[in-house]
């Protein structure tokens, strides 16, 4: 017998993880414990936290950028102050290396830079001085510091006319700005008092018109009030006339009238609102009729009640019967059964021992034939 390995169907796992998604989606959502009617204001408020901590978190991260930012930019700041002195400092060393070690006067070419403070100095022109000299050079200019010195002397007037120049211009500037100043002021001074008058004229507006706003009210409140008291006094003497009238007083002889061309006489429902003895019995004995009615229905239905009763007795009584039948013809077939079963479970015994004997003796018994075959069951 071989054996043999199938693949797994993916289709089939697909649909059995569906079905368990399905599954506990139906256990969700059936859960009497986890089934929220209306709004589910837990989830809510958890969200409305979600959403503060969320904020509140953006809050401490935007806190903490803004630190690393100040941070970095003072690192940056003294990192820019260090160079700065540090350059400061390479100069000022460079300077007084060069000063110190460096000088002009150490040099080879100090007695054509500087003459040796005098010693050499040359005031032959150019033209004379012939190529074995030694002294000027192709290119060398003899007369240069006189030149330079000449230009310093022009850049020096030149930056004093314009330092000056720049003086009186900052003056004027500085003139008209004290004027546009003083104009502002002017400006500004006027604006106040104008404002303030204006102000004055607006408080003035409203006292008066406070004033007319309070004297309307009181007006008013005197014309209610006025309105108020006459109405009070109609009320008053309208309560007095009804309460004196004959209705209150309820006068028979006034209710009476005669109602003219040959009618009899009626009576005013606004003079008295009684009942004569002759209405009063009418309407005693239609209520004693309605009474007696009443009763007549009241026994009829009863009689009705009876009858209901009695045949819904008799029907009962006739299913309790019914019933009854039913349950013997079920006692009499289960009699019956049961001795059905007993006598198969008896020829069931006898084939079992036959089967016994046949399987340990081998040996086919006559009388066990005999009796099998005769139904001595």
């Known amino acids: 017998m071989y054996k043999v390995d199938l693949p797994v169907d993916q289709s089939i796992e697909k649909v059995e993880r569906r079905r368990s998604a399905e599954t506990a989606r139906k256990a969700r959502i059936y859960n009497t414990r986890l089934r929220v009617m ?31 930012r100040k941070f970095q930019d003072e690192a940056l700041l003294l990192q820019d102050i260090g160079e700065k002195e540090k350059r400061e400092a390479l100069h000022v060393d460079l300077t007084q290396y060069w000063a110190t070690h460096q000088r002009m006067e150490d040099s080879r070419d100090a007695d054509l830079n500087c003459g040796l403070k005098g010693a050499f100095k040359i005031t032959l022109p150019e033209s004379e001085l012939g190529p074995a000299s030694m002294h000027v050079f192709q290119g060398e200019d003899i007369e240069e510091k006189q030149r330079r010195r000449e230009q310093m002397k022009k850049t020096e007037r030149d930056l004093r006319a314009q330092m000056e120049d720049n003086e009186r211009r900052h ?62 006094s109609a009320n008053l003497a309208e309560m007095w006339h009804t309460m004196t009238s004959d209705l209150m007083t309820e006068c028979a002889e006034a209710a009476g009238g005669q109602a003219g061309g040959g009618r009899p006489e009626h009576v005013l429902p606004d003079r008295w609102k009684g009942m004569s003895s002759e209405q009063l019995s009418a309407i005693r004995r239609e209520r004693e009729g309605q009474r007696l009615q009443r009763q007549r229905q009241r026994d009829a239905e009863k009689i009705q009640d009876a009858s209901w009763d009695l045949h819904l007795l008799k029907l009962s009584s006739e299913a309790e019967e019914e019933e009854r039948r039913a349950a013997e013809l079920r006692r009499a077939q289960r009699v019956q059964m049961d001795q059905y079963n007993r006598q198969l479970a008896r020829e069931q015994q006898a084939h079992q021992e036959y089967l016994n004997k046949k399987l340990y003796t081998n040996k086919p018994t006559k009388d066990y034939f005999y009796q099998f075959n005769t139904g001595s069951r």
Do not use: P, W
Request: contains cysteine; aromatic residues 2%.
């Open 38 to 68: 209306g709004l589910d204001l837990d989830t809510l408020n958890q969200q409305v936290q979600e959403k503060k901590h969320q904020q509140h978190m953006e809050k401490q991260r935007d806190k903490a950028f803004e630190k690393l």
């Open 171 to 232: 003056m004027g500037d500085k003139h008209r700005e004290i004027l546009g100043s003083r104009e502002l002021v002017h400006q500004d001074l006027r604006g106040a008092e104008q404002a303030a008058m204006e102000e004055e004229c607006r408080r003035a507006a409203r006292i008066a018109l406070n004033n007319y706003n309070q004297a309307l009210a009181a007006e008013r409140a005197e014309r209610l009030a006025e309105q108020r008291r006459r109405e009070e």
